[in-house]
């Protein structure tokens, strides 16, 4: 399967042709939804059917480990199209949008905490990082302003390629113990945020930080002796938040 959003994660649909249909779910030729992964929530949409109705689907997600395998869940009683039709595709625009503007916010929280990542999450309108900390998390209202300090600064989010080895010899750039980052097909999709952050990552992200909008951190929690907990929200409640 096409992974569209890899290389454009601004496509909001494209034509896809179903390879494989049932109640269970549906699979494509190719794709726009995001599969659950990455601590980052299965894009929700719709698919419309050559006879022009409207399916919803509500949930996007890996089957099994397979990156390139996405099956696309359909609510309970849905139409299912035939195999072979060509359909088209649409994501919940708005609430991927928030979901990339909050997957990049985390790049800019873990560039400005030291310490490892030991686990993410990112929903509708906020996310968080747990940071393996033994000194103690930095002060929320420092953390806040240089988050929108990055923010106002209008920094250029990119994807670059980085082979096995590279990532071998440098291994400072993995901050995540808890996902391993995508091996084995030589190399590794790495996110740039210029002479911000560089790590690697599949996940989908705004391209300039000046798109992400005011952030707040939120409560900072102790998880155990040395994990912080640092969560963080868009300053403006939005729809979803
Ligand atoms: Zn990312």
């Keep these: 399967m096409e992974l569209l959003f890899r290389d454009d994660p601004y496509l909001k649909s494209c034509r896809a042709r179903v390879t494989d249909s049932s109640s269970a779910g549906v699979r494509f030729d190719r794709t726009i939804f995001y599969p659950e992964g990455g601590g980052q929530p299965g894009d929700t949409g719709l698919m419309r059917l050559s006879s022009g109705a409207e399916v919803n689907i509500i949930d996007a997600q890996k089957h099994g480990d397979d990156d390139q395998d996405v099956l696309h869940l359909l609510a309970a009683d849905s139409p299912v199209p035939d195999i072979g039709e060509e ?75 980085a082979s096995d080895e590279e990532l071998d010899n440098t291994p400072e750039l993995v901050r995540t113990m808890s996902v391993k980052p995508p091996r084995g097909s030589g190399r590794v999709r790495m996110l740039q945020i210029e002479g911000v952050d560089l790590q690697p990552c599949g996940g989908t992200h705004v391209s300039n930080t000046s798109e992400i909008g005011r952030l707040e951190v939120g409560k900072i929690e102790n998880k155990g002796r040395q994990n912080r907990r640092i969560n963080l929200r868009f300053a403006s409640q939005e729809a979803g938040s």
Excluded: Y
């Excluded at 999450?121 to 300090?149: V, Y």
């Design 87 to 161: 359909v088209e595709l649409q994501i919940d625009w708005e609430r991927r949008h928030r979901l990339m503007r909050m997957h990049t916010s985390l790049h800019l929280l873990c560039s400005l905490v030291e310490g490892d990542v030991t686990g993410g999450q990112i929903s509708d309108g906020k996310g968080r990082l747990d940071f393996n900390l033994p000194e103690g998390a930095p002060d929320k209202t420092w953390l806040t302003e240089n988050l929108n300090d990055l923010v106002r600064r209008a920094v250029p989010v990119s994807v670059i390629w």
